[in-house]
């Protein structure tokens, strides 16, 4: 495994954002510049990384629907999608990675149709034509799995790649947000085996934060901090380790520096329980 985390933008050029990832510990990133940026950067960038032994987890096709009741919006997603996707080969990153949609105007909303056979059949249409038109010979195209959205469990996603059949269409693992219902986040360590046991082999990168239930009324399961809620940590990293040890845990969906660096400290400090290296 090899941990990353969203860095602070303190530096002015690859051999900077180098420092501060070594600084930092780190063995995987987060694609570090913004959409747009030029060709000669984004050369730069990517060769600092294959140099420093930097893997580059995922660059992101975020804000876009390419499931969206609208045509125009649905067009222009799947421009998007091809466009990071290209730019993920071309950098040698582990996956390019978004969400399947949603059949509401918001990309990352719930909707009565998101789960229905017809969204599923245009998924698979939406995923195919992304990775055939961009053919990827390094990276992988990768979908999120959200608790709305399919994919919404581990089997949902092995139904998506079988039927999808595309040899660069992988798996994006976000266990936390597989755990929607009280039994699986009260079981959350025999779910957290089964994730793996099945989407193992197909698994491109993972992000890691914790979950907790709360006492309110109907069903509340929240976001927390690594170790500050109630997954079941070492079993995760116990798990995921039995991956190809380059695969990249991530930590996301924070707002300081203070709990960022409280997130990879509290990964860190169960790894090294664990005899792990992250």
Request: with cysteine; proline share 8%; charged share 25%.
């Given at each position: 495994?090899?941990?990353?985390?969203?860095?602070?933008?303190?530096?002015d050029?690859?051999?900077?954002w180098?420092?501060?990832?070594?600084?930092?510990?780190?063995?995987?990133?987060?694609?570090?510049?913004?959409?747009?940026?030029?060709?000669?950067?984004v050369r730069?960038?990517?060769?600092v990384?294959?140099a420093?032994?930097?893997?580059?987890a995922?660059?992101?096709?975020?804000?876009?629907?390419?499931?969206?009741?609208?045509?125009?919006?649905?067009?222009?997603?799947?421009?998007r999608?091809?466009?990071?996707?290209?730019?993920?080969?071309?950098?040698?990153?582990?996956?390019?990675?978004?969400?399947?949609g949603?059949?509401?105007?918001?990309?990352?909303?719930?909707?009565?149709?998101?789960?229905?056979?017809?969204?599923?059949?245009?998924?698979?249409?939406?995923?195919?034509?992304?990775?055939?038109?961009?053919?990827?010979?390094?990276?992988?195209y990768?979908?999120?799995?959200?608790?709305?959205i399919?994919p919404?469990?581990?089997?949902?996603?092995?139904?998506?790649?079988?039927?999808?059949?595309?040899?660069?269409?992988?798996?994006?693992?976000d266990?936390?947000?597989?755990?929607?219902?009280?039994?699986?986040?009260y079981?959350?360590?025999?779910?957290?085996?089964?994730?793996?046991?099945?989407?193992?082999?197909?698994?491109?990168?993972?992000?890691v934060?914790?979950?907790?239930?709360?006492?309110?009324?109907?069903?509340?399961?929240?976001?927390?901090?690594?170790?500050?809620?109630?997954?079941d940590?070492?079993?995760?990293?116990?798990?995921?380790?039995?991956?190809?040890?380059?695969?990249?845990?991530l930590?996301?969906?924070?707002?300081?520096?203070?709990?960022y660096?409280?997130?990879?400290a509290?990964?860190?400090?169960?790894?090294?329980?664990?005899?792990?290296?992250?």
């Amino acid at each position: 495994m090899r941990l990353g985390s969203p860095l602070p933008r303190t530096w002015d050029s690859p051999e900077g954002w180098i420092d501060t990832l070594r600084r930092g510990g780190f063995r995987a990133a987060y694609w570090p510049l913004p959409d747009g940026a030029d060709a000669a950067t984004v050369r730069a960038y990517a060769d600092v990384a294959d140099a420093a032994g930097i893997v580059i987890a995922e660059i992101g096709a975020w804000q876009c629907n390419p499931i969206s009741p609208d045509e125009a919006a649905r067009a222009a997603a799947l421009e998007r999608c091809k466009t990071q996707l290209a730019l993920a080969d071309e950098v040698g990153a582990r996956c390019c990675v978004t969400l399947s949609g949603s059949r509401a105007e918001q990309w990352n909303s719930p909707h009565p149709e998101n789960l229905s056979a017809d969204t599923f059949a245009l998924i698979v249409d939406s995923v195919r034509e992304i990775v055939d038109a961009v053919a990827p010979r390094r990276s992988y195209y990768t979908l999120e799995p959200m608790p709305y959205i399919l994919p919404d469990s581990p089997e949902s996603y092995l139904e998506l790649l079988r039927a999808i059949d595309r040899e660069r269409f992988a798996v994006h693992l976000d266990p936390t947000n597989l755990i929607n219902t009280p039994a699986k986040y009260y079981d959350n360590a025999g779910f957290l085996r089964d994730c793996v046991a099945k989407l193992g082999p197909y698994v491109k990168s993972v992000h890691v934060k914790d979950i907790v239930l709360e006492p309110e009324l109907t069903v509340h399961l929240s976001e927390r901090i690594p170790g500050q809620g109630g997954l079941d940590f070492e079993v995760l990293l116990t798990e995921l380790d039995k991956l190809d040890p380059d695969t990249p845990i991530l930590v996301e969906h924070l707002t300081t520096e203070d709990e960022y660096a409280q997130a990879v400290a509290g990964v860190r400090r169960v790894a090294d329980g664990l005899g792990l290296t992250v």
